[in-house]
């Protein structure tokens, strides 16, 4: 093993960290701490930096009913981007030791279910040097997967925001409309349709704002601004259970610093 090299390690949707390490100054781990969960289901994922191909980032899959050693801790990925959203005090900034996490974690997941071909069964080989996966039996290569997904700020000729409350949120929170691009989509149609089909309404002038990586399990999340053209505000019940407009002197509990969603909410919020 070279001690050089470095790794970030994983269990479920948690990084993992030794108990001494602060959140907030994440960085990489020397691998070979990775002796400490020893484990046949253990998938060590290279990963090239994009900002820097000379730096080999490791993303280490640790089997979810491997028990931790004493000295480490679990932390959600979703709640360090929140913490580190805010000690930098810039929402939606993702710094480079996050964007780091971030890569790791979504190509070690990825790794982790690729396991074996979708096509026979076989199970994979890496590709040296590559972020890929070969079924040594049928040739079949495999590549992380990337979801894109769209979220969208809609407002009206007075000013207000939608936000709705989908059932998979806390009580109280409201976010935007959000959903998967599929297939034949532009971006754009899916903006509309996923509007359509979740709160039955019309949007117009769809523009493009910002992206985040989002890796939960594996989407990149672009944002879009449109404003409202017509129809009557009805949630479709099965994933958006109350929808309506708000004003910014009455919000209500939004999500967390870090997400685009909340990006998109504190961009109108401090607009004129």
Not at 127 to 148: A, S, T, W
Not at 151 to 165: F, G, K, M, P, S
Not at 253 to 266: N, V, Y
């Amino acid at each position: 093993m070279i001690n050089d090299k470095k790794a970030f390690f994983f269990q479920g949707d948690n990084l993992l960290l030794p108990v001494f390490f602060s959140d907030t100054n994440i960085d990489s781990l020397p691998i070979e701490r990775a002796s400490e969960f020893i484990n046949p289901d253990i998938f060590e994922t290279p990963a090239l930096d994009a900002t820097n191909p000379e730096r080999l980032i490791r993303g280490v899959y640790v089997c979810e009913d491997t028990a931790l050693p004493s000295d480490w801790k679990a932390i959600s990925v979703r709640q360090l981007l929140t913490m580190l959203a805010i000690e930098s005090g810039k929402e939606n900034h993702i710094s480079k030791p996050f964007s780091h996490v971030l890569r790791a974690f979504h190509t070690a997941k990825w790794r982790h279910d690729s396991r074996y071909c979708g096509t026979c069964g076989s199970k994979n080989n890496d590709v040296p040097g590559q972020e890929q996966r070969l079924c040594p039996n049928c040739g079949r290569l495999e590549f992380p997967r990337i979801c894109p997904a769209i979220i969208v700020l809609i407002t009206d000729e007075e000013n207000r925001i939608l936000l709705a409350h989908n059932k998979r949120f806390k009580a109280g929170v409201y976010s935007h409309i959000s959903g998967f691009n599929e297939a034949g989509e532009s971006l754009e149609e899916t903006v509309v349709r996923e509007v359509r089909e979740e709160i039955n309404i019309e949007v117009k002038d769809i523009e493009y704002i910002k992206s985040q990586p989002w890796p939960f399990p594996n989407s990149l999340m672009t944002g879009f601004k449109a404003r409202y053209a017509s129809g009557i505000i009805k949630p479709d019940g099965e994933e958006i259970e109350d929808a309506k407009w708000f004003t910014k002197d009455n919000m209500p509990d939004i999500p967390s610093e870090g997400s685009l969603s909340r990006f998109l909410i504190d961009r109108w919020l401090n607009s004129f």
